[in-house]
């Protein structure tokens, strides 16, 4: 049976990682400090409308980042529609609807389209 951890010291040399030259760290690591960023920016303005801001960041990455959505096309009227599931409390979808308006406000383009996104909750 093979052992279940190995050093990398005790591999072979043709198994071995070979570690990325400096640029291409900074490269691979750019993406997530961007991604980061606009999380925290997010949770920042979700803050405002909590009744403990302290918790913005993590009611954020529960409710709208870990959250299922649908994207609903609509041709006719030239935008996605961005369909978030209601929250488990009344209070979490009050604090992201203002949130949502202000994403809808940004104008954001679907990739690879011209298609707007509108941001906005299921209808139950």
């Known amino acids: 049976m093979a052992p279940r951890h190995v050093l ?20 691979m690591a750019t993406p997530r400090m961007v991604a980061y960023r606009a999380e925290l920016e997010l949770a920042r303005r979700l803050a405002l409308h909590l009744s403990k801001p302290e918790t913005a960041y993590e009611v954020a990455r ?4 870990a959250s299922e959505a649908s994207l609903v096309p609509d041709h006719r009227a030239g935008n996605p529609k961005v369909r ?13 609807k203002p949130l949502l308006a202000e994403l809808n406000k940004t104008t954001t383009v679907y990739p690879g389209t011209n298609l707007r996104l ?4 299921a209808s139950v």
Request: charge should be negative.
């Open 8 to 27: 990398a010291g005790d591999l072979p040399q043709d198994l071995r990682c070979q570690a990325l030259a400096k640029p291409m760290r900074c490269l």
């Open 62 to 65: 529960h409710t709208l980042f």
């Open 118 to 121: 509108v941001y906005e909750f």
């Open 84 to 96: 978030l599931l209601h929250q488990s409390r009344n209070c979490l979808d009050e604090a992201l």
